[in-house]
């Protein structure tokens, strides 16, 4: 029934591992986003993938990659956790728009990440 | 500066009030969106608007795209409202980037 799923909904681990979030969509969208909100709430975009294809990619460390194994599914990799990667992750999903727009955009529960 | 400037940043009303806020923006935009992240951190989409005027319920949103400015209004306020609301917009030319201001924490008391 959930529109834009993700799992883990909250992480904590330790500084260096690796981890992953995954994010699912069941709206038929062909649109998919990762963003962080940092502690102050600041919502900033990190990648969006249209049809697979990486359309957004923001200045973000490369130990950060994001996959998309079909139009449905938009993975987060993280690897080598850093302290300052704390913070919630949200997905979220659309429709891209003719003119190159977004449609109104779904978000996902979101995911607490604590590296410790 | 940010892209996006959301005014005020914290706004207590009483039950029943009538409620603006405000944003800004100095870039070119294709649209602007108004979202509303609950209490309990899940973020919800409330309009999407490119020019004019979008009403739902007791929420309105305006946007004047020559002074760059949109506002969200609630009327009638209840405890049930008391959120953060975040003002963000899709730049001009960038597929579906979305820039966000830092979000207005409104507190409906009774």
């Known amino acids: 029934d959930t529109a834009v799923s993700q799992t883990p909904k909250y992480l904590v681990t330790q500084m260096g591992n690796d981890k992953s979030i995954k994010c699912e969509q069941n709206?038929?969208?062909?649109?998919m986003y990762w963003y962080k909100q940092d502690s102050k709430k600041f919502l900033k975009i990190m990648f969006s993938?249209?049809?697979?294809?990486?359309?957004i990619n923001e200045t973000v460390p490369n130990r950060f990659s994001p996959k998309s194994p079909d139009k449905a599914h938009l993975n987060l990799h993280i690897n080598s956790l850093e302290l300052g990667d704390s913070a919630v992750y949200f997905c979220?999903?659309?429709?891209?728009?003719?003119?190159?727009?977004?449609?109104?955009?779904?978000f996902g529960p979101g995911t607490r990440l604590t590296v410790l | 500066k940010n892209e996006v400037e959301q005014s005020p940043q914290n706004l207590t009303a009483q039950e029943g009030e009538f409620i603006t806020i405000n944003c800004s923006y100095s870039?070119?935009?294709?649209?602007l969106h108004w979202l509303q992240q609950h209490p309990g951190g899940g973020i919800v989409s409330l309009f999407m608007?490119?020019?004019g005027k979008k009403k739902h319920g007791r929420l309105i949103a305006t946007i004047n795209i020559q002074e760059k400015h949109s506002s969200l209004h609630i009327t009638a306020s209840h405890p049930r409202d008391s959120a953060v609301y975040i003002c963000?917009?899709?730049?001009?030319?960038?597929?579906?980037?979305?820039?966000f201001g830092t979000g207005t924490r409104l507190q409906v008391t009774l």
């Open positions: 979220a999903s659309s429709h891209r728009l003719e003119y190159g727009g977004t449609d109104t955009q779904y």
């Open positions: 709206l038929g969208h062909d649109t």
């Open positions: 993938y249209n049809n697979k294809e990486l359309i």
């Open positions: 870039v070119g935009i294709s649209a």
């Open positions: 608007l490119s020019s």
């Open positions: 963000a917009v899709t730049l001009a030319g960038t597929a579906s980037k979305l820039t």
